[in-house]
DNA sequence: TGCCTGAGTGACAGTATCGTCACAGTCGTG
DNA sequence: CACGACTGTGACGATACTGTCACTCAGGCA
């Protein structure tokens, strides 16, 4: 159902447990990668930069504090969200934790459905992963593989239908003028007294159907996307 | 410290709690606002919008929940993140809390340095728009969206209605003569002996409805909104 | 009360902008 | 080459927005 493929590493040295977390993440369509210890950890969240980590604080090796930091110390990983798990339920670890910045915290025993409406939420903010994913309301579309889907489903889009609505969606909420959008699709040789903007606008709308009245016209100014 | 004057709104019924919550939060450089019940931070979030709110589930009158969807309906208020505090360790409605929307959840007791971490992680994702927003009593301009909300409603107005009632809005209290209305609008090219301030005007009116009174015509002079 | 001035209202026509369409050009592929 | 997918353009009608005018209405003053 969820077209959504986050991906979310889990850094946790109980076996059972990471399987407990991936399944139920998995049974909601994320994608995830496991480490059993913390150096395997950084390493595939450096490589794979995924949307979300789950990092458990008692680790053989690193323990969960060292790796957020390497996580931390990183350019490539440092503005991935990291919910932390732990056994222990004392105020002190939480404190600290939050105070280094992880950007939320479970304590043991929690359930898995409270784990994935967690890890959910810290998805909700992030704004474009790498770049490369913007997705708000209804769309989701991925910029490095030119791919859109609208309510988990995938609409294919030509380029420029692509670039019109990814400029739209990434700045929600913001009227976008006529220009603006023409300089980001044509570059700065585009023609602003053509009707192309407009024809490819209609072209998109056909194929967003209901969620074609997110994007409204601003009339004199540009358009604009609401969700 | 912070040039950037946060405001939270707390909603609890217990005042010992809120004034802890609160002194913690303003030692922190914080704003906060007090709401004793349900409605009243409702009514509290709609008129000032703070930055987030921290919203206890056990309320009389409207309870937590009931509040958070308040909150969500309203346009005002739709994209402010909301912490959660409740007595009740019980997983059930903590799960309900996050599926529903809530953006953090907090379990009493707790101590009063992680909620305010709680918040800080909260506003980090918050974007400031602080400058792009006119808003006074029913009216909310966005001007970088360039509409309008009144009573939380979206309200469509044309370009030049959006400038006249901004410039009102933003002198709230003060007089504004006809030749700077004309002059806001239509540079120093303005007609001042043509009627087409006072027919804008009237279709703005037409627009605002109930709340069209707030703009008073001082005879002579100008025009004047107070709220 | 009657006059004067400024403000509110409704109708109208001109203009700008938008949505839609048909058509033609381009490009890559089988 | 033929075909289809994609694109850019200009024509056209529909619509939204604007300014002006004539007229009415209301407040202030003698």
Request: include cysteine; aromatic fraction near 6%.
């Amino acid at each position: 159902m969820e077209a959504n493929a986050h991906t979310i590493l889990v850094i946790d040295d109980e076996e059972d447990v990471v399987d407990l977390i991936c399944f139920n993440l998995e049974k909601d369509g994320y994608v995830t990668l496991r480490a059993l210890d913390g150096q395997t950890g950084v390493n595939l969240a450096c490589q794979h930069r995924p949307s979300a980590i789950v990092l458990d604080l008692m680790l053989p090796g690193l323990d969960g504090f060292q790796v957020f930091e390497a996580l931390r110390q990183d350019a490539r990983t440092r503005h991935i969200p990291v919910l932390m798990v732990t056994a222990k339920a004392e105020t002190a670890d939480r404190i600290a934790g939050l105070k280094a910045g992880v950007d939320d915290y479970l304590t043991k025993p929690f359930s898995p459905k409270e784990l994935v409406l967690r890890v959910k939420a810290l998805l909700k903010w992030v704004p474009d992963q790498t770049g490369m994913v913007v997705e708000s309301g209804p769309f989701y579309l991925d910029k490095s593989a030119l791919c859109c889907y609208i309510d988990g489903e995938e609409v294919s889009l030509t380029s420029t239908e692509f670039r019109l609505l990814a400029m739209l969606v990434s700045r929600e909420g913001e009227t976008v003028t006529r220009e603006d959008l023409i300089e980001h699709i044509w570059g700065a040789s585009g023609n602003p007294s053509s009707r192309s903007l407009d024809t490819h606008l209609m072209r998109l709308r056909e194929k967003l159907g209901a969620d074609a009245a997110l994007i409204k016209n601003v009339r004199g100014k540009g358009y604009r996307y609401h969700h």
